[in-house]
């Protein structure tokens, strides 16, 4: 075999692997989208393990009412001067704000003496609401929405929720509803909720709000730039970048500390004084609870359940240290750069390695994307995909393995593919697949007839230069067989500027009739601006004379073995063609024959009279459509 055709097997080969990983690829983004999107989170999760900070973290302490300060306090609920205790204390040893992440539904008489606390020590409540499907029964007073004019579309809408005891209304709260994911895992949380029209911030936004109570208020805005989120909130308490959100209104939560980072401290520790007072110097507090019972537990990446009040813990540092992961707008650009650098390294492999060696080049690619997904995360804050790209390079690698094996395959969809630009595609597709042979193969049917001929064309090519009038025959054909094809017709042949057109009336579900009248017109109003004017020159001007008829005619196959064509004979093509040479005469662009004219009666056709055409024994009825309707 010569080196050229080696070429063109191997380069057939690859193309062919390229396309079959490519559908099976898509089919397996559309129906497995909840699997794969399971694997892209875990993958993620295993990034916040093994990339946590174990600095400790001072910034935001924890006071967990444990099951310690239970036991020494008392059961939960605890009173209502008892949290008004705690509060104070956290005051005193020099607390900047305090974040519950507790909820209070049930009036009491001590109210008062909490809020009274809490307005005092910067605190704020949390409240929760049902967007997933679970709806508590409604509890408490919803409060402290944001001051916007409308609840923007873009956030998840609860019904019920579970809020804190009318006496506590003047106090900021915060919403504490996770985005509970298919596996369990808490990753996401609404930035806001809306209810009754109203937007209600997440508890760290609204602690944001209430420490930075002087400054701007949040904003809602789309998110610019190549890696900006597709949304984003300025505002108080934001540093200079934006807390981006991806197209639900979500954040995502970073897990960039270790839980053994958190400075933890029992609530009975602090009630008695048995702590130093530095700790606590200008901190942020989030006061919850970690023991078991309470229901408030939650899968993360480093424990398969802990306490929530680390989801909020997770997102005020993230908010101190400008690492709130954002989803880039354009988010399909990184798996398409996986799959394009993944693809040039496979075709190197595959030009100078064996060919076993692409599953292991494959692996390598989808190890590398994943190292540098995690750097994006941990460095830079950017949440992309690795896992979409990757598993093309994996699949890629796979077909192209296998292509050697389908090479005889692509070479007959390569020979189809050349012989449709030239055929019908069922002759072409027939021929493909067949081995030459000297037998007639036709069919006789009825159909309808096109012919379509560019007058004083001849006369423009003689004196105008041949890239030129290539040109225009090149567009009229494109835009002939657009519109043919369109509308449910097959070009049959292409002789110079003159095109033949048919529709088979008995493989045409809907009026055949009705179809081809309009691909004459729309070929009329086409060629006004594809051809053109050659007054200049002193020609008569270019048009486009269309002839139509139906009846039975003969379509097939004819020649031997080595010289075949393909032919379309009979009554409508013949009387198509003589009707296109009188549109001139006739001073009418379409003319219709007596047969097809039959069906178009509501048109309300012109008739030109009986002639006697040339090849044609029966004089024959000629129609014109109408000028009007070819405008």
Known sequence: MQISSLLRSAKASAITAVLASLVVWLFLLIGLAGPIDVLEERAGDWVWRLAASTDPERRVVVVDIDESSMQKLGAWPWTRDRLAQLSDALAIRGTSLQVFDVVLPSPSDQDERLV???????????QVFAIQGNSPAQQGQVSSHLDWPACPGLFPVADNYIANAPAFA???????????????SVRKQPAVICHNNRAHAALFLEALRREGASSAPLSLSE?????????????VGLSSRPLPLDSAGNVRIPWSVHPDALAAIPAHRVLSGDVPASLFQNAWVVIGSTAMGINDRVATPFSGIDAGL?????LLVGVLDDRIPGVPRHQWLFPLA?????GGVLAVVRLYRPVSSLIVASVVVAAGAYVLKAILLTRFALWVEWLPGSLYILMLATALSLADHARSLWERDRIYAHLSSYLPAPVAAALAVRDPSDAIDATRSDVIAIYADIRNFSAYCEIRPPEETAAVIHAYISVATDIVERQGGTIESIQGDGILAIWNQSQTSSDPAEKALLAARELLRASR???PDPDPDNLQSLALGIGLESGPATVGSFGSARRRTHLAMGRPVTVAVRLEKMTAELAHPILIGENLAAYLGPHQLQSQGVFLLEGIVAPCHIYAYPLKNCV
């Open 116 to 126: 009274a606390s809490l307005q005092r020590n910067n605190g704020v409540l949390s």
């Open 170 to 184: 003047g106090l900021p709260a915060g919403h504490i509803t996770p985005i509970v994911a298919s596996d369990g």
């Open 223 to 235: 998110g610019k730039g190549l890696f900006g989120a597709p949304w984003q909130i300025q505002g």
């Open 310 to 314: 680390l989801v909020h813990a997770q």
């Open 338 to 342: 996986v799959i394009l650098l993944g």
């Open 529 to 531: 601006d594809i051809l």
